[in-house]
């Protein structure tokens, strides 16, 4: 199993404040996908990068995926309470099952 | 275009007890995953279907867990006897035969 270091593990931040949060691994992915998960409820995919040194955009949320497709970032600008849930990040290669991260519990207050 | 269905949503049973979940995956997703989420950690795959035949399972509990998918669509997965540890999210998702997952809301499982 490919391990993937997520961080930090806990943000609680005000609204508007800016938070990036971390995916790193020691091992090389063909796509990296980004989840978000809310309590009682299951991961909804939130974007999916599979080109080192990708960047994609989805409104205030920025993903990259490292040059060495081993790692990822998720920026989150102007966060809003609606932005609190779990992150996940999962690495896959081509056809396997995801390997998911511990997650990255976020808690956006008014 | 319905999602991942998945029931129960909610199972509290004793240690030593049986328990089944059932899944029903969107309408012709080939592969279907079933999925072990301990609280404050990531989803973990049990097993991987590809219509009826299984690709993965190497991190399932055989001694106890078991899962079939008999048609090709919906499946189960049964645990027997259930220990404490096993109290945790039973997350099912399907996709094409690979490509972009989609998963259900979860069934909650309580082993007292």
């Known amino acids: 199993t490919q391990l993937l270091e997520q961080s930090p593990q806990f943000l609680s931040i005000q609204e508007g404040e800016n938070l990036t949060v971390y995916c790193n691994s020691s091992s090389v992915f063909s796509s990296l996908q980004w989840y978000r998960q809310e309590p009682g409820e299951g991961p909804v995919l939130l974007v999916t990068v599979v080109t080192g040194g990708e960047v994609k955009k989805l409104k205030r949320l920025t993903f990259q995926f490292g040059d060495a497709r081993k790692d990822s970032s998720l920026h989150i600008t102007a966060a809003q309470p609606g932005d609190t849930g779990l992150y996940l990040c999962?690495?896959?290669?081509?056809?396997?099952?995801?390997?998911f991260g511990k997650g990255t519990s976020l808690l956006v207050t008014p | 275009e319905a999602g991942v269905a998945q029931s129960p949503r909610y199972k509290i049973i004793e240690k030593r007890q049986s328990v089944a979940f059932w899944c029903n995956p969107i309408s012709g997703h080939a592969t279907l995953y079933w999925y072990q989420q301990i609280l404050g950690q990531g989803p973990k795959l049990l097993i991987q279907?590809?219509?009826?035949?299984?690709?993965?399972d190497s991190q399932l509990p055989k001694d106890r867990f078991s899962a079939e998918r008999l048609k090709g669509v919906d499946s189960t997965l049964k645990i027997q006897p259930a220990k404490l540890e096993d109290s945790a999210v039973y997350l099912c998702?399907?996709?094409?035969?690979?490509?972009?997952?989609?998963f259900g809301p979860g069934t909650r499982l309580l082993v007292l």
């Open positions: 998702a399907s996709s094409l035969i690979t490509g972009t997952q989609y």
């Open positions: 279907f590809q219509n009826n035949g299984v690709v993965d």
């Open positions: 999962a690495g896959s290669n081509s056809g396997y099952a995801l390997n």
